[in-house]
């Protein structure tokens, strides 16, 4: 083993101290959803959440979450309010379940992120998933969600 393989674990350790202390306010779910009417957005929304982490089961707390500035919103072409959340480093989630490759007809993948101030739900813009479970979404707002 090299130096790096034996620091590892060090260093998701020495990560995850924020979520330990909780200045991480806020909790991300991928949100899958079926809708009960003929086609997307007819009757009744049913919800199928997950929570994206950082960490492992023995030890996962929330990822960061961080608000794009003007230059990179305007870049990118986002929306006003749109976030960037990771790394999500947990074995819970697989890159299709990002990438909503595994969607059924009539069925919606959003991004809901609870925090201080409301819920927001939001689309995923651009997925980052080139490392092995180390993944960065940019996410843009869709609409507040009812508390």
Do not use: C
Not at 10 to 35: D, E, S
Not at 76 to 89: C, D, H, Q, R, V
């Amino acid at each position: 083993m090299s130096l790096a393989d034996d620091l590892k674990p060090l260093a998701r350790g020495i990560r995850g101290i924020p979520g330990q202390l909780g200045l991480r306010p806020h909790r991300v779910f991928l949100v899958t959803g079926l809708w009960s009417g003929g086609e997307v957005g007819k009757g009744h929304f049913v919800p199928d959440e997950l929570e994206l982490l950082e960490g492992d089961s023995a030890g996962a707390y929330p990822p960061k979450v961080r608000q794009l500035n003007d230059e990179r919103l305007a870049l990118a072409n986002l929306a006003s309010g749109s976030l960037e959340i990771g790394p999500i480093t947990t074995n819970a989630v697989t890159a299709n379940a990002l990438r909503g490759v595994d969607l059924f007809d009539k069925q919606t993948l959003h991004v809901r992120v609870q925090g201080p101030t409301g819920t927001v739900r939001y689309r995923i813009a651009k997925a980052k998933l080139d490392r092995a479970i180390h993944w960065i979404l940019t996410v843009e707002p869709f609409g507040n969600v009812a508390q």
